[in-house]
């Protein structure tokens, strides 16, 4: 044990050149949610190159699940400044999120790109029934780690129900913190809230803090459009926590149902052709950012989707930044790790009720039916990668 402590410590003087090349490796084969990062992290991060231990990830990951933001990004982001402090973990982030950020960028201009090459939207008319085939699948195997038992499947049915008939953003953090009370309240675990010694770096908290409460000024003083696209992003990236499909219910209802700044079928392409790719599934956000700003110039439309990207990864950067030089002394605390049954359950509702919710927008028609089912199966038997997934769907939408 000892000489495995030794390994893992040795690598605090690694070359960040090296260290931003396993970064990169990750990204490439980082597809499907923070579930299937977290198993590319393992095999790159710890076996590989012993840069944590095994024990080390696990306590980081329950860390990342507890704080708003985007869980698998927050974990890389944490394993970049236990190797090399903040300016390492901000290279991380660039080295992570910023390739699959353009990428969706460019494809917020699908809909121009199709007309230029005369080819209908109609094409990617199967793409959402995929996208609501992943989901479905994500929420069942995040549902089968969550439920341990007859708490945790009330909390995931009152997630799944409460948020189904309640669409306003408000509802999302309030199930989540719920979930967490109760799990609390029912541990009947003493000492919960035991004493630790903490000494954070109040700045990124402070920071984190001026950019929530000055967006809402802002969007209150202002008509600019990509004012306040930034803001909500950042609102979303605030108030969701887990991966990216938590954070799918809560944009659908902002960005389609309400402001109506795309379709329903826009939403499930940008959300569906995202599977395809490696990285964070937040990088959407980019996507959905340049649609919303639509109608103006490509400049104003990337500025939109810079909006939608910066914002919603910097909230959570802030605070891996704010609490992770305190995390050893942190996780000391039994009701911080309490309250993590309780909320990934409630999570694993929200991710339960999205996949009904965009079944239903996209229609039962029986082609889509089929695309859902196949879509579904072939995931769950792990022989056909994502992205062959997208390029059949797209195929079968152009041919068929």
């Known amino acids: 044990m000892k000489k495995l402590h030794e390994n893992v410590n040795s690598h605090k003087n690694v070359k960040w050149g090296s260290f931003l090349k396993d970064v990169f490796i990750c990204s490439l084969g980082a597809y499907g949610g ?8 393992t095999d790159q991060m710890v076996i590989k190159k012993k840069y944590l231990t095994e024990k080390e990830l696990v306590e980081l990951i329950a860390l990342t699940g507890i704080l708003p933001g985007p869980s698998s990004t927050q974990t890389l982001v944490a394993i970049g ?3 090399g402090g903040p300016k390492l973990a901000f290279l991380t982030m660039l080295v992570w999120s910023l390739p699959v950020l353009v990428i969706m960028t460019i494809l917020s201009f699908l809909s121009q790109l199709l007309g230029t090459f005369h080819l209908s939207q109609d094409g990617l008319r199967y793409i959402g029934p995929m996208a609501v085939g992943f989901i479905i699948v994500a929420a069942y195997r995040i549902g089968r780690k969550v439920v341990k038992d007859k708490i945790t499947l009330m909390l995931l049915l009152f997630g799944a129900i409460t948020t189904y008939f309640i669409r306003a953003p408000w509802i999302y953090p309030l199930v989540l913190l719920i979930g967490g009370g109760v799990s609390i309240v029912t541990s009947n675990e003493k000492n919960l809230w035991n004493h630790v010694k903490l000494a954070p770096p109040w700045k990124y908290l402070i920071a984190f803090a001026i950019f929530a409460v000055g967006g809402i000024v802002l969007t209150l003083t202002t008509d600019s459009k990509l004012v306040h696209l930034f ?3 950042y609102r979303y990236g605030y108030l969701v926590i887990g991966g990216g499909q938590v954070v799918v219910p809560l944009m659908y209802s902002e960005l389609v149902e309400v402001n109506q700044y795309m379709t329903n079928q826009e939403f499930l392409t940008g959300f569906g052709l995202v599977q395809g790719l490696p990285g964070p599934m937040f990088s959407f956000s980019a996507y959905a950012g340049g649609m919303a700003a639509r109608g103006q110039s490509t400049l104003y439309q990337i500025l939109g989707a810079a909006a ?3 914002g919603i990864f910097l909230p959570g ?3 891996i930044y704010f609490i992770y030089p305190i995390w050893e002394n942190l996780k000391q605390i039994k009701g911080i790790k309490m309250s993590l049954k309780g909320i990934t359950a409630v999570a694993g509702g929200l991710i339960s009720v999205a996949a009904v ?12 039916v089929i695309i859902m089912l196949i879509t579904v199966l072939l995931l769950f038997t792990k022989k056909v990668p994502a992205p062959l997934i997208v390029v059949f769907t797209l195929l079968a939408g152009f041919l068929i």
Do not use: C, R, T
């Not at 923070?34 to 992290?41: I, M, N, R, S």
């Not at 919710?357 to 889509?368: E, H, R, V, Y």
């Open 34 to 41: 923070p579930e299937a990062h977290y198993g590319v992290f």
């Open 81 to 83: 400044h236990k190797v």
């Open 231 to 233: 803001e909500s992003f």
């Open 308 to 310: 939608g990207g910066v």
């Open 317 to 319: 950067l802030l605070l």
């Open 357 to 368: 919710i965009l079944m239903q927008k996209s229609g039962f028609a029986l082609d889509n």
